[in-house]
T-cell receptor, first 111, second 116 residues
């Protein structure tokens, strides 16, 4: 069956531009997570959506980062005024029961 | 706050030999523990988990892990390594308190290289 998909797979942008990263979770999974993987910081939690509850935004590194999840399905992570330190692989995961299923990630490069 | 430590950045083993990738954790309550593997330019793939029950957990591709509460460890093992096991391995923990949902805290990862 279809897994978690993310788009784009690669994104190159200039410093100061805004970017949107998309995640399509596995159908029926109620929980959705965003993580960031970078050389210096490893895998970091960013934000978590669970059903209709208020999202856990405790991992967002600054107010330039925001995320939405529309209709309990697709999620978009938006980074405003990108900085070079935002360069990383952004991973999305959806969960049912105990296990999180990860997408292939979006590699973001900020020049 | 929960945390995970993978003390070895790299592990090198010969094909056919047993392998161990170490992981220790710190969490307030009882833990959910996970191992994930990441191949180059791929997302994380689930290997195995410990939720409750037997301390020895068996997972995908012949991997297993042993939960040791007294040592707060969850080492990943395989009796006979394959070259194709070469990848980046992550240990992760989630606090068991509350629901079964919640953020994972990952270790820094261990690069496993299996030599022919």
């Amino acid at each position: 069956g279809a897994g978690v998909s993310q788009s784009p797979s690669n994104k190159v942008t200039e410093k100061g531009k805004d970017v949107e990263l998309r995640c399509d979770p596995i159908s029926g999974h109620t929980a959705l997570y965003w993580y960031r993987q970078s050389l210096g910081q490893g895998l970091e939690f960013l934000i978590y959506f669970q059903g209709n509850s208020a999202p856990d935004k405790s991992g967002l590194p600054s107010d330039r980062f925001s995320a939405e999840r529309t209709g309990g399905s697709v999620s978009t992570l938006t980074i405003q005024r990108t900085q070079q330190e935002d360069s990383a692989v952004y991973l999305c995961a959806s969960q049912l029961a105990d296990e999180q299923f990860f997408g292939p990630g979006t590699r973001l490069t900020v020049l | 706050a929960q945390s995970v430590a993978q003390p070895e950045d790299q592990v090198n083993v010969a094909e056919g030999n047993p392998l161990t990738v170490k992981c220790t954790y710190s969490v307030s309550g009882n833990p959910y523990l996970f191992w994930y593997v990441q191949y180059p330019n791929r997302g994380l793939q689930f290997l195995l988990k410990y939720i409750t029950g037997d301390n020895l957990v068996k997972g995908s591709y012949g991997f297993e892990a042993e939960f040791n509460k007294s040592q707060t460890s969850f080492h990943l093992k395989k009796p006979s390594a394959l070259v194709s096991d070469s990848a980046l391995y992550f240990c992760a923990v989630r606090d068991r308190r509350g629901t079964s949902y919640g953020k994972l805290t990952f270790g820094q990862g261990t690069i496993l290289t299996v030599h022919p």
